[in-house]
């Protein structure tokens, strides 16, 4: 049997420096695990355009809806500023999610012990933190028509549409109630039903969910209230399902309870495929960060985690997700931070590779 097909997307700014650290990573599984993947790299973002002149070709598009899973590392910077919108970077980003339907957007905010000092909220706040917001990822705000920015008298007008299907958000809160099934059995789905209709909507066919799953205790909480409470008593969650615009809020948000926007991994997983994988894409949260690209400084462990993320979703390989993951817990433990995780107290920071090494050393010492 041929090994399962990666595509490498490392994208722009701290993309291709935290995809460096993942490469690592995925060459140790292939040498000491014998889980030895086909691994393709192309280009995506604004690296894309500088080749291609669009932000994703048609050819790089086909080749991601083949592979077993592809894995981004971030879009944009501010030398695209001035591009058209239709070719901005993100552009292609969104082009990938929307064309393999990746609906569910899995973001698990984990405060790992170690850095549960380095929040900037209490550590008895966030100490143990474990929670899961499953975003709507290829619908609402987002993509919904019409949209642009038109002529109106004599000024102009920027719209974007809030539309969503029951379908559409069937599907997200399924995928949101097989999760709280898994763990503890407890959704909260946000939305803002006070003023719109879409939230209406959205609250009732999740509430319609619901009655297939009696054991989940679902909870119905405002957005903007969402944000205030993941600030407050973020352990009070498990799992939040919420829109597409929402939850890119609300989990930039819930990375910082974990430390570092640096932390925060992602799998955006679709329906699945006629090998019975999902289609699926990995990618941390955070963006390109120019304000620290080609310094070296870049966390690579939200791209690592998401890594990991692949393994256990895509792979079947449950327990060697558990292994990287402690051995990212363990590199924490052993006091070693990149720039983003320095307390007030300082300390010197290890690089992006010297991160990589030290977690390839943690998984060495697993064996
Ligand atoms: P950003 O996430 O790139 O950066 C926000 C802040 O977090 C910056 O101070 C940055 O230095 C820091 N940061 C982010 N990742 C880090 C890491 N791994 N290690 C250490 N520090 C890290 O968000 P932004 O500055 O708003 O956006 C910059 C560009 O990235 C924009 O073009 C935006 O559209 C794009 N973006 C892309 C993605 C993606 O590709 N998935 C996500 C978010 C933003
Ligand atoms: C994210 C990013 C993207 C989003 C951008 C870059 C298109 O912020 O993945 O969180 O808004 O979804
Ligand atoms: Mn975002």
Redesign the pocket.
Known sequence: MSNPSILILPGDGIGPEVMAEVRKVIDWYGAKRDLAFDVSEDLVGGAAYDKHGVPLADETMAKAQEVDAVLLGA??GPKYDVLDFSVKP?RG??RLRKEMDLFANLRPAQCFDALADFSSLKKEVVAGLDIMIVRELTSGVYFGEPRGIFEEGNERVGINTQRYTESEIERAARAAFELAMKRNKKLCSMEKANVMESGILWREVVTRVGEEYPEVELSHMYADNGAMQLVRAPKQFDVIVTDNLFG?IL?DCAAMLTGSLGMLPSASLGAPMANGRPKAMY?P?H?SAPDIAGQGKANPIACILSFAMALRYSFDQGDEATRLETAIEKVLADGVRTADLMGPEGGTPVSTSEMGDKIIEALDASL
């Open positions: 879009v944009g993100e980003l969104l890119d989990s990618e949260v963006g």
